[in-house]
């Protein structure tokens, strides 16, 4: 079907994989909110209420920088700049306040009546539409459901905090896509993009969760929230990223409470073999001798440079089995060459030179050691 509009023309095509919409505009002069609204108009015309929707907008969108995460709107019609939104979305339920990880209520709350004001004198209104919201979210469809569609906007309350809200509007409305900067934000609203079954802001937070600010910052919590929403893949990653810390000297984490005794065993097994499978993997080869260490009944022995560096070396793989990055860094060996040379063994440093090949070759047999759960 394709309809035009002055200088817009939309087409709308039927994908088979998934009944999928898709909306594409012939030129890149038409202001995105405004496409969009038209859309809005468009499925409240011809009765589309079942179908998830995705907007080919122009480039501008990709272009655009990345806003500030889970900001608050400064005004409530943010998301309603032509002044026709039919819903409005407030945070004030404070009878239906529940863990953000458990599934709330088909009504999930009963919404005031239409004149009825919020009772927190804090809580921020959010004018949106009822078609964005169903089409995006079935359980948004189901407590948006039909025959609300009066002539004033229906008020619904949401247990969700504003910030949540407003983060969950700006994945689904036409605005640059938020990124998520600290791991407290990011569980709240992968919280409540699961509870609404919003599969497209799942999917971002995923891909957002596996970041190296998050990973670095604090790997057993990332474990942890990919353990407790179900995220098998990013579990794993997650689990490989723990081998660089101490766990057993990691703090707590309050999101460890979702998960069992049994997958946090799996983590402690995994970093204890790795950690015996690695030691056993520090040998050097025969030929590496020192000319000065090796002499009268020493001859058979390593140079004294790898014993100071395997004693490092084993305590520190010990506790991170995975930190192979560390132990066999420049700074890390040439301690141990500096400290025998210290001691009197002026030939050790060239007995260093001729195991680098041997030492790069044992980084990748412990590198290659099985490292997730």
């Known amino acids: 079907m394709k309809r035009k509009i002055n200088t817009l023309s939309v087409y709308w095509e039927a994908v088979p994989v ?3 919409v898709r909306a594409r505009t012939d030129t890149r002069s038409v202001h995105v909110r405004e496409f969009y609204l038209y859309i809005i108009q468009s499925l409240r015309k011809y009765r589309i209420y079942n179908l998830p929707i995705s907007l080919a907008h122009s480039e501008r969108r990709m272009m655009t920088p990345r806003t500030s995460p889970l900001p608050i709107p400064p005004g409530s019609h943010e998301y309603d700049p032509n002044g026709d939104a039919d819903v409005i979305l407030y945070s004030d339920c404070s009878d239906c306040h529940s863990d953000s990880g458990s599934s709330p209520s088909p009504s999930l709350c009963s919404p005031p009546s239409e004149k009825e004001p919020p009772s927190d004198p804090e809580s921020v209104e959010f004018h949106v539409h009822s078609a964005i919201l169903s089409l995006a979210s079935p359980r948004f469809k189901q407590i948006l459901s039909p025959g609300r569609d009066g002539l004033s906007a229906t008020r619904v309350a949401i247990p969700e905090p ?6 969950i509007l700006r994945f689904l409305y036409p605005f640059p896509e938020p990124e998520i900067l600290s791991l407290d934000d990011h569980v709240s609203v992968l ?19 596996m ?4 990973t670095d910052e604090d790997p057993v919590r990332v474990f942890a929230i990919a ?3 179900n995220l098998e893949e990013e579990a794993k ?11 057993m000297d990691h703090p707590l984490s309050p999101d460890l409470h979702h998960i069992s005794a049994h997958t946090y065993h799996l983590l402690l097994s995994l970093h ?6 690695a030691i056993s993997l520090l040998k050097l080869p025969y030929h590496i001798k020192c000319p000065q260490c090796n002499t009268g009944h020493a001859t058979y022995n390593a140079p004294k440079w790898w014993y100071h560096f395997q004693r490092r070396a084993e305590a520190e793989l010990q506790f991170r089995p995975g930190n192979t990055n560390v132990v066999f860094s420049p700074k890390f060996l040439l301690t141990s060459v500096k400290a025998v040379r210290d001691e009197g063994c002026e030939s050790c440093p060239g007995s260093f030179l001729e195991s680098v090949e041997s030492l790069e070759k044992m980084k990748m047999a412990i590198d290659n050691l099985p490292d997730t759960i």
């Not at 504003?162 to 983060?167: A, K």
């Not at 919280?191 to 969760?209: C, E, G, N, P």
């Not at 204890?272 to 499978?277: G, L």
């Open 18 to 20: 998934g009944q999928f």
């Open 162 to 167: 504003p910030r949540v809200l407003s983060t």
């Open 191 to 209: 919280s409540a993009a699961v509870k609404y079954q919003i599969s497209a802001i799942v999917h971002s937070l995923r891909k957002q969760l």
């Open 211 to 214: 970041s190296d600010k998050f």
């Open 227 to 229: 353990v407790r929403f």
């Open 237 to 247: 990653v997650a689990s490989r990223r723990t081998l660089r810390i101490d766990l």
């Open 272 to 277: 204890k073999r790795r950690a015996a499978s």
